[in-house]
């Protein structure tokens, strides 16, 4: 079952949006999420993760701006994002993975993603 993504919209630079990741129990329960985003002509790359414990790692370009939760008991995960700039305009993608990485090869149940456009 893939992982749903949500909440994405179009901002102007400096605003802010929440997305979300949600599954099923048995989708979501006991695995590391991460967030990674894919803007046109690029490749995909690793935006933030958290562990089932709740252990957090963001991409350098995000640190700071963008903070990244869970809600076990809602089987969600959410990416909280301030101070948007243009180049965080793309497709954000969710996936889970039994691996602590941030290479996007170690997760798998990708969804559609949710779009995030960011405008000056």
């Known amino acids: 079952v893939q992982l749903q993504a949500s909440g994405g919209g179009l901002v102007q630079a400096g605003g802010s949006l929440r997305l979300s990741c949600a599954a099923s129990?048995?989708?979501?329960?006991?695995?590391?999420i991460g967030w990674f985003r894919q803007a046109p002509g690029k490749e995909r790359e690793f935006v933030a993760a958290?562990?089932?414990?709740?252990?957090?790692n963001t991409a350098d370009s995000v640190t700071g701006r963008f903070t990244i939760s869970r809600d076990n008991t809602k089987n969600t995960v959410y990416l909280q994002m301030n101070s948007l700039k243009l180049e965080d305009t793309g497709i954000y993608y969710c996936?889970?993975?039994?691996?602590?990485?941030?290479?996007?090869?170690?997760?798998?149940?990708w969804g559609q993603g949710t779009q995030v456009t960011v405008s000056s």
């Open positions: 996936a889970r993975s039994n691996i602590w990485s941030i290479q996007s090869t170690r997760y798998d149940n």
């Open positions: 129990e048995r989708t979501f329960n006991g695995y590391n």
């Open positions: 958290i562990r089932r414990t709740g252990f957090t």
